[in-house]
């Protein structure tokens, strides 16, 4: 019991902070462009945010859960269709090199980003980007993100199931609260 009490307020504290991202019109548009094989950039970044969440818990890695989480939503926040716009020529690198800079430039722009929050943004492509992850909620984002990204790639029906149940905000949050107060 205690396990999914922990469990239920884990999913709780996450989407806390999925909501207060999401809260921006600008970052749902992430959801016209794909990102990896079916995948859109919002459902990727989502994915990417939960399961980097959720590898902390699982190894009990103490991790800044905000900063961890915010980061990793806000890692692909580069708005443009990279399969179209960015090919790489003598002025423009490859997308895979550039898209950090933009998407940080982006988050900064639209949210408050703190240090650790742009280093996770900044260097999730390492070792394409050159500069190596800094904290421990980079690393882990870097890490999840390749993952992620091979499973999109290779995935006939990505995260489509469990980002539509994180993206179901208010009510789902209704029902965990109650299953919550069931318990104590």
Known sequence: MQKLKNRLVEDLVFKSYLD???????????????????TTCLLH??????????????FRIKVHEKELIRGA???DYFLYDWHAKYKPTKDVGLHGRIHPTIALF??????????????IISKHMFPLTFNPPRYKESVIVCIVDKVCSIYEV???KAYLEIAEKLT?????????????????
């Open 20 to 38: 207060e991202v999401m809260d921006k019109k600008k970052y749902r548009k992430m959801n016209r462009y794909i990102q990896h094989g079916n």
């Open 45 to 58: 970044s989502i994915a990417v945010a939960y399961f980097s969440y959720r590898l902390a818990k699982l």
């Open 73 to 75: 939503l806000l890692h």
């Open 106 to 119: 982006n988050a900064r722009r639209d949210y408050n980003v703190n240090r650790i929050e742009a280093d």
């Open 154 to 156: 290779f995935s006939k």
């Open 168 to 184: 179901d905000t208010k009510k789902k949050r209704r029902v965990i609260a109650r299953r919550i107060n069931l318990y104590n």
